[in-house]
Each structure stands twice: as structure tokens, then as C-alpha cells.
């Protein structure tokens, strides 16, 4: 058999621990043997950070803002104990971190689903996608510890030096204070990706956030949605496909989620974000089954697994222990990224190879040859557990 060929490279970013240990047995057991793989290589594993003093991670951003694609391995974000381990010379930032901040993307997270593993809510039978919108609120906030007699103000400082204030509160007591912000132009970024999203994905758009209590802030936020759905040629497109945004409030968008078979993505502000990506992972039944994808309002992409790099399995791996790591997540990184790269170079076998990939890897879990995380969870009858490289070669049988 000839092998499939690339006219792009991707952009590739390697990693850290027991998912870097994967990454290397993924490339030369399913793509390297059927893939006349291009890729531009980055290593963002923590060692290669150090030497480049984190330079690498700019880098391999910046090629994927050039290229259009990448596909990244789960990295260390160095903490006090990681400085230690590997003798760091700073606490460098989160790759995920630098990368989005440079392309200021949304990232997109969506479970995969088999048969055997059953969500916790009965009734879903397709994926929610959750996006999230990565930036200003509560992480970009500022706030102090207020005591008795205190009055705390929101204070805005024009260019002209005018001051415009409103008062927050006047503490009789010992409290709290926070500030937070957002800008038009991250949400502008943010609705748009969201809506092409949906436009790319054939489904249902709901956005939700709290603007009857917040009639402001929140406010601006479904104002900006709807201007841009109504004024920006979305609300044809959506038309046409048969597909559907709506605004609602976020308490109403989880009820309405815990009622849905799912099929949708549900557009979230940053906090709502972080916690309903943990919620909807957690009750699709495996944290190892959640694939993510950064994407920018210009259609830059960037896939990785959503799951960090398994650090426990790694030092079992280290002691020649042998170990059972699902590679689901981060194999799903590497079809999504062969298939958007496939679409943009009109280059259909790349992208028909990337399905059979994600078909095989499905087929294998559902014939019951599975890594023992999912053997944990599955209802199937007949399992097998099998070890990390194990199951990439089930995979490749099907294949
Ligand atoms: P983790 O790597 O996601 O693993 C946490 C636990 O979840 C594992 O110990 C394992 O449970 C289970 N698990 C996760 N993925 C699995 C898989 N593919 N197969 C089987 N089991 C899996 O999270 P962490 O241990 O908290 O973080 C480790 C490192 O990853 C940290 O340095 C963190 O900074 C980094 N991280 C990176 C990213 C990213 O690059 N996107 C995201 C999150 C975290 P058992 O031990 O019970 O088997
Ligand atoms: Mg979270």
C-alpha cells in the first residue's frame, strides 16, 4: 500500500510524562506506516522548555498561527514541586496559557462516546460540547479583604483623568472586595468562534450567562451575541443548515442540559466554563474520553486531549511497571488535526484516513478491548484489559 500524502506539514507539539510516552507509540504503531506525515516539530516537553527558556512554546504557536494546524501532546504546568524535579530556572507559564493568549482562541472540549460506557444522565446520547470563553472575569480579577467602616467603590479613571464612581458597598463589618473585567473585542472573538463553530459542527448553539441580575456585565455579553448572530450574516447560515442559537439564562441551560439527549455546544462564560467542562466530563463517564480543540476567530486550530499527562503511570512506566494509559483522547487529537489539515488542502484521503482512525479506535473499545480505566466503567459483557501499547495494536488490527 502507498502511503497517504501531505502537502502541509502539521504543526507538532510533543509533551510531557506518560502522554509523551504515548504520543511516540501512536505516530509509529497508527499513522507513521499508512501517513507520509509532514510535521513541524516543537517540544514543549519541561526539560526543552528550561533550555529555551519557554521560547519554544512561542514559537510553535506562532507556526500554528502560520500553518493552521497543530496537534499538542499534554504538557507540565510547572508548580513549587515540578521547579524541584526538574531544576527549573523560573516557574514557567501554562503552554495552554501562552498558546491561547497568542491566538486568542476559544477552546472547545467534547466527550467521546462508546457503547458500554454510559453517561450518569441516562438520557444523553449525543456529545455537549462545552466552550469556553478563556478570558478576563474571576481569572484576570483583582480583590482585598475589606474591614468595619470600610466603603469600597468601582472607580473609572477617563484619559482626561475624570473619574466616574459607583458605589459597591459600605462594610459595617469585615467582608471582601473583587474586580473584574472583560473587553468587546474577547467577546466579539469569542461569539464569532462559537457561531462558526456551530456552523462546522451542524449543531445547536445555546449561550447562557445570568444578565437579569447582571444588567451590565452579563448583559453585554448576550447583547454582543446577538449583535453579532443578527448583523453578521450568521443568522442565514444558521437558516439554512437547519440549526438553531438561542440566549437563555445559565440556571435555565442547566436544567434544559440534565433534560437534553445532547447534540449541542453550549457557549459559556469563563467560570461557568471551567466548571461545567469538569461537569459534563465527569458525567459522560471518563475524563480519558475528552478531546479539546483551541480554535481562533481567524480558524487556527489546535487539538490536544483534554486530560493532563497522567504523571502516576509515568513513574510506573519509569520502574519498567507496566502500564494501562487510555490513548483515546490523544489519538482523537491527532485524527481531528490530520482531518482539518485534510479539509484545508482539499486533500480527502488525508481526511477519510483520520475517520477510519477514530472508527477503529471506537470498534476496538466496543469489541470489548479496552485499557483498564474504561474496563472500570464499561457495562459491556465480555472485556478485555489491555496494556497502554496493547491497545494501540487492537486499534491497528481494525485498522
Ligand atoms: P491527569 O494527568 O489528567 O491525571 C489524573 C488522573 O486521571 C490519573 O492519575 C489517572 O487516574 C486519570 N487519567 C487521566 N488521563 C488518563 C488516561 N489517559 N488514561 C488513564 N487514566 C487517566 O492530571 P494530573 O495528574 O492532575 O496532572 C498531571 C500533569 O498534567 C500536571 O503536571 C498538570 O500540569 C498537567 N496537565 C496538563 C494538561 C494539558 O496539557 N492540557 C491538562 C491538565 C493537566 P489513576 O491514577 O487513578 O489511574
Ligand atoms: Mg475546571
Known sequence: MSKINMTTPLVEMDGDEMTRVIWKLIKDILILPYVDLKTEYYDLGLENREKTKDEVTVAAALANKKYGVAVKCATITPNAARVEEYGLTEMWKS??????????????????????VVPYIPSWKKPITIARHAYGDIYKNSEMLTEEGDKAELVITGKDGKEKRQLIQK????????????TDRSIKNFAKTCFNFALEKREDLWFAAKDTISKKYDHRFKDI??????????KE?????????FYTLIDDAVART?????????????YDGDVFSDFIATAFGSL???????????GVYEYEAAHGTVQRH??????????????VATIFAWSGALRKRGE??????????????????????????????????STLKEKTPLNTEEFLLAVKEGL
Open 225 to 234: 451575541f446577538s449583535e453579532i448572530f443578527e448583523e453578521e450574516g450568521y
Open 237 to 245: 447560515k444558521f437558516a439554512e443548515l437547519g440549526i438553531e442559537y
Open 258 to 270: 440534565v433534560r437534553s439527549e445532547g447534540g449541542y455546544i453550549w457557549a459559556c462564560k469563563n
Open 288 to 298: 480519558a474520553m475528552m478531546t479539546s480543540v483551541l480554535v481562533s476567530p481567524e
Open 95 to 116: 503552554p495552554n496559557g501562552t498558546i491561547r493568549a497568542i491566538l486568542d482562541g476559544t477552546v472547545f472540549r467534547t466527550p467521546i462516546l462508546v457503547k458500554g
Open 171 to 182: 462594610f459595617d463589618g469585615p467582608g471582601i472586595i473583587q474586580g473584574v473585567h472583560n
Open 314 to 327: 509515568y513513574y510506573k512506566h519509569l520502574k519498567g511497571e507496566e502500564t494501562s494509559t487510555n490513548s
Open 344 to 377: 484545508l488542502d482539499r486533500n480527502a484521503d488525508l481526511s477519510a484516513f483520520a475517520s477510519r482512525l477514530e472508527a477503529a479506535t471506537i470498534a476496538a473499545i466496543e469489541s470489548g478491548k479496552m485499557t483498564r480505566d474504561l474496563c472500570a466503567v
